[in-house]
C-alpha cells in the first residue's frame, strides 16, 4: 500500500452544459505506484487529458474517490492542495508553456520561488546541463528550438524533486527527432532515478514503450496492459 | 530570481503600452503636485506681500474697499482721493504705532515696453515711509534733499527696466516734469519695485492734487485694538478703513473657490490614471490567462499571483509617481511663467512653492494609487483555476 501514489475508485468528471452533460471521465478505478511508468492513450476527446489534470490535482472530480500520497484531494482546500502539487507533482504540457519573458534558468527557478526555496542556482543550472541545455541558460524561450524549450519544462518540472511527473502529450508538438529525445528523457528519469512518469500521447511507439499502458474511449478504460519492452 | 524581477519582466513585455500608462500617471502626478503646489506658493507669495505692506490698516476715500484693497496691492492708484487733513486728526490717534500718507499716481508712457507704451505707477511718500517699511534698502543713492524737491526714488524693476542709476533724469510725460534719480531701492519682491517714488509734497504739486492723499498705511501698537480703532473711524466722512487680515482672508476665500476648481482637475486627472493602470493590467492579465495558470499549476498560490500582479500595478505608479515629481520640478518654470501671465494679479515670489514634503507625499500618494489600481486585476488573476486557465487561455 505504501508505494501507492494515486488511486482513483469510481471517479467521475462531467460538465455540465445548458442543453446537454458531457461525461468526460465515468466510472474510472486506477492506481498509480511509486516508479511507474504510464501511458495513457486514446483517441482525441478520449478524456486523457482530463484524467491527467485529475490525477495532477489541478481539476476536481464530480465523483468518485481520488486519494494522492495518500491524502483524500476532495477534501482538501484549494491551499492544501496547492501545497501538495508544489511538494510532489510536476507537469510538463504539449505546447511547453513556459513563461516567455523569463529565462530557461528563471523558468527553472519559478516553482523554487513560489515554494519558497530560496532559490538554489546550482541545482537549477545542474539540471538544465544535465539535460543538455548549459549553453541555453540565460536564454529566452524564443531564442529555443521545441526540443530545448520542452527540456527546460522538464527542468522546471524536476526541480522542486517531485514524486511524479504528468507529461500531457510532452513530444505532441516536436518533430520525430526531438520528440523521441524528449520521451528517452522521460524514461530514463524513470529508470535510472525512479521518478513516477504519467503521459499522455498519441504516439503508439512511445506508448508501447511505456511500463503500463491504459487505453481511453469516451472516459472510461477501455484497456490496459503491461509492455512486454519494459522489463 | 525575485517576485518583483517577475512582475518588472511582464511590463517589459508590452513597452508602449507600459510607457503609455506610466506616462499617464506620471502626468497626473505632476498635475497634482504642480496644482498643490501653486495653491501653497500663490497663499505664501500673497501674505508676503500683503505683510510686506508694513500696515495692518489701510484708510482710503470711500469707495469699493476691494477695489482700493487689490489697486493698493499692485501698487496702483486708488483713484478716489481724500484730504490730508484726515491724515492730520488720525495721525494723532494714541492707538497708531507707526502712519504714513501715500498719494499714488499713474501717467502713460507711449515709450515704455519698446514703444507699445504702459502706465508709469508715481507715489509720493514722505520719511515716515520707511519707518513702516524697515526693511526697504537703498541699492544706490539715497533719501530726498527736500520735501519739495522735484527728485525720485526708483523701485529695484523699474530701475533696472529704464536702466536709471543716481544721477540721471527722468520725464514725466504729459505734464512736461523732469525728476532727477536719487535713489535706487533694494528689491523687495513685491509690485513696489516697479514703482517711482517721489516726495509727497512734491507729487501733489506735480500730478495737481494739493492736499490730496490716496491712502493712508497704519500700523497699531495692539492689533487687538483694531475694530475699537476701525469704530472710532466709522463715522469720518469721505474715508473707509480697510483691515488687510479681512483683505487676505477675502482674497484667500477668492481663491478657495479657484482651489475646488483645481483640485478637481487633480482628483479627475488621478482618476483618469487609475482607470488607465486597471485597463493597462486587466488586458495584461486576460493576455496571460495560460501563464497564469501555468504558474499555479508548478506552484503558485492564490497570493503569489496576487502579489505580483499588484507588484505590477505598483511599479507603474511608482515609477509614474518619480517621473511625476521630476516633471513637476523642472515643469514649474513653465507653470510660473504661464500662471503670471494669466492672473490678474500674481503677487511676488515664487507662485508655484514644489517641497520636498509635496514631492515625497505625491510620491507616497502615487503608491497608494498602484495598491488601489491593482487589487481588482489581482484579485481577477488569483481567482483563475489553473485547468481553466491553461485549456482555455489560448
Known sequence: MDNILIKAEKINKIYRLPAEEIKAVWDLDLEIKSGEFVAIMGPSGSGKTTLLDILGCLDSISGGKLEVLGKDVSRLKEHSLVVLRRKNIGFVFQDFLLIPTLTALENVELPLLFSRIPCERERSTSLLKKLGLGHRINHLPKEMSGGERQRVAIARALVTNPKIVFADEPTGNLDTKSGEQIFQILRELNQKEGLTVVLTTHNNKFGSQAKRIIYLKDGRIVSRQDSCLYA | MKLVSVAFKNLQRKKIRSVLTIGGVAIAV??????????????????GDIDKMGYQVLVTAKGCPYEAATMMLKGGGGLRYMEQAVFDKIVKDPRIDKITPQLVATEFDKDRQNGQGGIVLYMGIDDSYLKLKPWVKFRSGGWFSGAQADEAIIGYEAAELEQRVPGDQIFIPNLNKVLKVVGIFERTGTQDD?????????SQRIFNLPDKLTGIGIKLKDIGSLSAFEEALYNEPGIQVISMAEVKGTIFNLISSAKVMTNSVAIIAILIAVIGVVNTILMSVFERTKEIGVMKAIGASRLDIFRIIWLETTLICVIGGFLGDIFAIFGAQAVEYI????LPYAPGGKLVLITPILLTGSFIGAIVMGLIAGIYPAFRASSMRPVEAIRLGD
Do not use: E, N
Request: no cysteine.
Open chain 2, 30 to 47: 505632476a498635475v497634482l503636485v504642480s496644482l498643490m503646489g501653486f495653491d501653497a506658493g500663490y497663499q505664501r507669495a500673497l501674505t
Open chain 2, 194 to 202: 516697479g514703482i517711482v517714488y517721489l516726495p509727497l509734497k512734491s
Open chain 2, 339 to 342: 500662471l503670471r501671465h494669466i
